[in-house]
């Protein structure tokens, strides 16, 4: 795997600019960002608890829970005494609020166990893919994040989530016509994906007009 030292950047801009590529004011990570952030609201809801540095999968740290109070509140968590599942959706919360909040100590703390425990998990769903993507994508690695997306679109060839995340990934890998053929696939199955509501789909709506912006940019559909 390549460039798991650094933050993904932008790929090829279609038309010379990078804001031709970026929903949000020439950021290229918007998207995953904001899956991040809608990620936080869910946990909030559940009530999962938040990590602290020093705590880990192979840790005996604690962690403050209560996520809806102070870190005073709530039961010490304790990763070691949960399933790897719930291990994977702890750290990815915590790597992708880190990544939004431009918190690149905690990230490059936590997205190596992240990367551990979804190894680990080994997700085959295609929202659990999704999100294994979007681990590779803020660890800069590009191709590994295409990897997981085309793996998820070998069982379906039309998930949204994916063929966004294989699209983006395409670019920075300097692959344009890999690029052109996912995001033209995206904008080609859009209406009728959305009317299907897939597993995941649910979870991630704010971020479907980013993607969707994103691919018309990138084609020139705008």
Excluded: C
């Excluded at 039961?75 to 909040?101: H, K, P």
């Excluded at 993507?133 to 679109?153: I, P």
């Amino acid at each position: 795997m390549s460039g798991r030292g650094g933050r993904a950047g932008p790929g090829p801009v279609k038309g010379g600019t990078q804001e031709a590529r970026s929903p949000s004011g020439g950021n290229p990570t918007v998207a995953w960002w904001v899956a991040g952030t809608l990620l936080v609201v869910v946990l909030f809801a559940l009530g999962y608890p938040v990590l602290t540095r020093g705590t880990g999968p192979q840790g005996g740290g604690a962690a403050p829970a209560g996520m809806g109070g102070s870190s005073s509140e709530g039961a010490a968590v304790d990763l070691t005494t949960m399933s790897l599942e719930e291990q994977a959706t702890i750290l990815f919360n915590r790597v992708m609020t880190s990544s939004s909040a431009g918190d690149t100590a905690d990230v490059d703390f936590f997205l190596p166990k992240a990367l551990v425990i979804y190894e680990q998990v080994n997700p085959t769903d295609p929202d659990g893919l999704f999100h294994f993507a979007l681990l590779h994508e803020v660890g800069g690695d590009a191709e590994a994040a295409l990897a997981k997306a085309q793996e998820g679109l070998a069982q379906v060839p039309d998930y949204l989530l994916l063929l966004a995340v294989a699209g983006r990934a395409s670019a920075t890998l300097g692959d344009e016509e890999g690029a052109e053929g996912f995001y033209g696939h995206f904008l080609d199955v859009y209406d009728t994906e959305m009317g299907l509501l897939r597993p995941g789909y649910e979870h991630h709506q704010p971020i479907f007009p980013a993607y969707r912006e994103e691919a018309e940019a990138f084609l020139g559909r705008g």
